[in-house]
């Protein structure tokens, strides 16, 4: 049994259930053995060629790789050897994600938190940002901007850890984002499917999120590396135990939501023993609950208000370093998800698009409260971190046009019940991307329609004419079904999907 690092009797110590993290372990040890992934990456420092192109091969068949092929992948410097892992990795995004790239925003819709994290401008003793919790009013007039103004039907909402934004908090701020629905320029806009990023809960109530209806959960570690996440999460605060985060995607298998989205923030410790460590919680998944992860984040620091931490670091991952962990994450994991967010900038997203990237944000503003009140507040003292993109996503999605790929806002997969094995076993096979692209155009035909800019309309259609001509070719026996819908949207319908 671990032992509680915190007071007894206090809302941070029952926030842990002690019982829900030891009947997942293995002994005293949980899955990440940290000596064993930097010997992993000690063992061959300078990769075979041959033993490359053979790891690259079973990527390509979508097959998860060892911790030792994935290191192997990370000591490689030959540049030939490193441009054929890029082109695999965009390979490998096209056979299962087909040609599009799926849509989000965050919602902040908290900053109180209990911790005291050094890198995060809302750990608890920084005095520099102004703390928020919005209403339920308050929500909704940021849901009526996010799909009523900008067009979004997914989000990804974003709590502090604080009683105030606990579970009660929660549900009731999803329900309400569900409930608005705003007419727009041809149809009407509301958000479809809200993703939730929060602190590890309990089983009890990781119940109660399932039954709202959400998506996606995530959780991301921060760092796999013990005394690394020791040193970054003081003890005395509910971040400060490593294992009840680590365990939290068990709990949540366990509670019915099986569509889990997994990250580390780069720059903490080594990025190569963090690209491992992902990899491990994701064997570690397909063991215990026979899927792994929807979704893979790989965040890098950012500058944050009153935060010196952040810009004392000597572990920042410069471009080349990142660019490289990209791609192994999307051949060690070829099945996932991948989300490139905000973070970085737009110069940046577009070079790391063609590795495998499936999912990005756009029109982004991570104060709370701040799309209501207009685009002075982009940056401002009441967020987490800097953005890197701060682009519309008018902006984002022309240029994704104008780079070929469609744009998907597609939230069919969860409504039809592809999540979990389900949608794993389809990703693997390739199946599920053929869904996708039709729902894909589906999806972008109502959101040129309702939002586009002239400009933005005119970069896209070619691409949709270039996806339908695909379709008749790929799925002939499909396109009557989607020609039907298709011109339905066009007339005003919403909401169609296979």
């Known amino acids: 049994m671990l032992s509680s690092p915190v007071k007894k009797d206090s809302w941070q110590q029952r926030k842990i259930k002690w019982d829900e993290i030891d009947r997942y372990m293995q002994g005293s040890r949980d899955f990440i053995d940290d000596h064993a992934l930097f010997e992993a990456l000690a ?248 899927i792994g992860p929807h979704t893979i984040s790989f965040p890098r620091l950012e500058p944050a208000e009153n935060t010196p931490f952040i810009q004392d670091t000597r572990l920042r991952v410069a471009e080349t370093d990142f660019r490289k962990a990209v791609t192994v994450l999307r051949l060690a994991v070829p099945y996932t998800g991948m989300i490139l967010t905000a973070r970085e900038s737009a110069k940046t997203r577009r070079k790391l698009l063609p590795l495998g990237i499936t999912q990005v944000d756009a029109s982004s503003r991570i104060g709370v409260g701040a799309y209501a009140n207009g685009a002075a507040d982009v940056q401002d003292n009441r967020q987490q971190f800097l953005l890197g993109d701060i682009r519309s996503l008018d902006a984002v999605i022309r240029e994704l046009a104008e780079m070929g790929t469609i744009t998907s806002f597609c939230t069919a997969g969860y409504r039809c019940g592809r999540t979990g094995k389900r949608i794993m076993d389809l990703l693997r096979s390739g199946k599920e991307g053929r869904f996708c692209k039709l729902n894909a155009v589906l999806t972008y035909r109502e959101w040129i329609d309702d939002f586009a800019s002239p400009e933005t309309a005119a970069a896209a259609e070619p691409v949709i004419q270039s996806e339908i001509a695909a379709i008749g070719r790929e799925q002939p026996e499909m396109l009557r079904l989607f020609m039907d819908y298709y011109r339905r949207i066009q007339a005003g319908e919403r909401d169609l999907y296979i």
Not at 126 to 135: A, D
Not at 222 to 243: L, S, V
Not at 268 to 275: G, I, K, S, T, Y
Request: some cysteine; hydrophobic content about 40%.
């Open 43 to 290: 063992l061959n420092p300078s990769p075979d060629p041959v033993r490359i192109r053979e790891i690259i091969a079973k990527s390509l068949a979508i097959e998860t790789l060892t911790i030792d092929e994935a290191a192997d992948l990370l000591n490689v410097s030959d540049p030939e050897l490193l441009a054929e892992m890029e082109a695999a990795a965009g390979q490998i995004k096209k056979k299962v994600y087909d040609n599009r790239i799926v849509t989000f925003a965050p919602l902040y819709l908290s900053n109180l938190c209990v911790n005291n994290c050094r890198y995060c401008g809302f750990r608890r003793e920084n005095k520099g940002i102004k703390r928020l919790t919005l209403s339920m009013s308050d929500i909704r007039r940021e849901t009526e901007v996010l799909c009523g103004d900008i067009g979004h039907k997914r989000l990804i909402v974003v709590y502090g850890e604080h009683p105030v934004s606990d579970i009660d908090y929660m549900v009731n701020s999803i329900d309400a984002i569900y409930g608005v629905t705003v007419p727009t320029r041809r149809g009407c806009g509301q958000i479809r499917r809200v993703n939730v990023n929060a602190a590890p809960l309990c089983i009890e109530d990781l119940k109660r999120l399932h039954a709202v209806g959400i998506g996606t959960f995530q959780v991301f570690q921060e760092t796999y590396h013990h005394a690394t996440y020791a040193r970054m999460h003081p003890k005395n605060t509910i971040k400060g135990n490593y294992q009840w985060r680590l365990y939290c995607m068990h709990r949540a298998y366990e509670a019915g939501v099986d569509d889990f989205g997994i990250g580390a923030l780069f720059g903490l410790a080594d990025w190569r023993f963090e690209v491992l460590g992902l990899l491990a919680h994701a064997h570690e998944l397909e063991q215990a609950v026979g």
